[in-house]
């Protein structure tokens, strides 16, 4: 049990378009979701924090504009990148929080952006 | 400062060698410290600690929590090529949160 999937696995884009990222809990309900980036060779980044029918939470120097997050249902939660820029490439990773043990978080296997 | 340091950055075993991982803290809202795997995609869970002390063992991997001196080791024994990954010390804050260090980067020969 307690499995996060994300899709798509890897996306390439043209700079100024926008991105959507899926991450859902295919096994539990999950209260909670976080999102996180990670840099080649760094650790991974808490972006933000998504409680299911509430906004967002974002860490400092995150824009909240920039991605934007939506946590509809217990099940999915989305990222999208807007107007995307070469910077914003990355590998995003999402978290699933209020399965089985519920202060562990479950990821994602990660969605790789690549910005042209 | 929610920094989490680990030590060393990187690190080269042969196979059969014993490691030991570091994982230092500065706490502000400590909840739960836990330790992950990540090889090439997505973290994988390994240890969570909360109480100072008391070891946590899972086959040749063990790991313990210090709460007054604020730091954590993981320890691989009789390490083998599939223990080459980097591992992530993480700080469990409030609502949850984690933060991550920068991790070790394992790499076993064999």
């Known amino acids: 049990g307690a499995v996060v999937s994300q899709h798509p696995s890897w996306v390439i884009c043209k700079s100024g378009t926008s991105v959507k990222i899926e991450c859902r809990s295919l096994d539990f309900q ?34 909240k504009d920039k991605f934007l997050i939506n946590h509809a249902s217990l099940t999915l939660s989305t990222l999208t990148v807007t107007s995307a820029h070469p910077e914003d490439s990355s590998f995003y990773i999402c978290s699933a929080s209020g399965g089985p043990t519920y202060n562990e978080q479950f990821f994602g296997p990660g969605t790789r952006l690549t910005v042209l | 400062e929610d920094k989490v340091v680990q030590s060393p950055l990187s690190l080269v075993v042969h196979e059969g060698d014993t490691v030991t991982l570091n994982c230092s803290y500065e706490v502000t809202n400590f909840r739960s410290l836990l330790w992950y795997k990540q090889e090439k995609k997505a973290p994988t869970f390994l240890f969570m600690l909360t109480s100072s002390g008391i070891e946590k063992k899972s086959g040749r991997l063990s790991s313990i929590l210090d709460k007054k001196e604020l730091f954590s080791i993981l320890n691989i024994t009789a390490t083998q090529t599939g223990d080459s990954a980097v591992y992530l010390c993480v700080r469990m804050g409030n609502f949850n949160k984690f933060y991550f260090g920068s991790g070790t980067k394992l790499n076993v020969k064999p």
């Open chain 1, 30 to 63: 999950a209260t909670t979701m976080f999102w996180y980036r990670q840099f080649p060779k760094q650790s991974l980044m808490l972006m933000a924090t998504s409680n299911e029918g509430s906004k967002a939470t974002y860490e400092q120097g995150v824009e």
